[in-house]
């Protein structure tokens, strides 16, 4: 069982939001997907507090669906499914064999500061895709805005990943707005997050 102090840090603030977005609908059984679960830190605790999700997560690494199923024996969660591998830069066929509008929500946490643009972009074609009309995609981490990163916490991370990677970095909510645009997914809503962060809520949408 791998442990992030961040999720740690992070899970009970994020376990508010999707209560108060979800909460509303505890009446029926939803399904979520988790892009990126990395230990499984957050996926076993928002199953145990919103008991209408079914999650599913999912992780490119081996070593850390070994540990998402660890967290999920450790705390016999019923409402989480098994990990599995998913890479978003695959169409939206290959994700797992999820059907085409089967989610009612898709959550992704601390992951696009790690991801090229091309990553990028098939995350945000994949949910335009697999989410349900008027579903959510829930995306948490910093961010830029209009070119703008503050404060200086975020300005010297954004400067590290670009010496890792000089294709990662802090993305601009602008950008992400531009690319859900162009898979019927509006960006509805901005929740400032402790730690600088911020939780960017977009709806699918009909066209």
Not at 35 to 54: D, I, K, R
Not at 128 to 147: F, R
Request: proline share 5%; charged share 20%; aromatic share 8%.
């Amino acid at each position: 069982m791998l442990l992030s102090p961040v999720a740690e840090r992070n899970k009970d603030e994020l376990l508010q939001v999707l209560a108060s977005l979800l909460g509303r609908h505890s009446d029926r059984q939803l399904f979520g997907l988790e892009l990126g679960s990395g230990s499984g830190q957050h996926v076993v605790h928002f199953a145990q507090e919103l008991p209408f999700v079914t999650w599913q997560p999912s992780e490119i690494s081996s070593t850390a669906r070994e540990s998402i199923y660890a967290y999920i024996s450790a705390t016999k969660v019923k409402n989480v499914l098994q990990p599995v591998y998913l890479n978003v830069e695959e169409a939206w066929e290959k994700w797992s064999g999820l059907p085409r509008r089967s989610c009612d929500v898709i959550l992704c946490i601390n992951v696009l500061h790690f991801c090229t643009l091309n990553t990028t972009e098939g995350l945000f074609k994949g949910a335009g895709e697999i989410l349900k009309i008027h579903a959510l995609l829930i995306i948490y981490g910093p961010y830029a805005i209009n070119g703008i990163i503050c404060p200086e916490s975020n300005v010297q991370l954004d400067a590290s990943l670009r010496e890792r990677n000089p294709e990662w970095g802090l993305p601009d909510i602008d950008v992400l707005r531009q690319l859900a645009h162009k898979n019927a997914l509006c960006l509805e809503r901005m929740i400032e997050m402790p730690e600088s962060n911020k939780c960017l809520l977009f709806r699918k949408i009909e066209l």
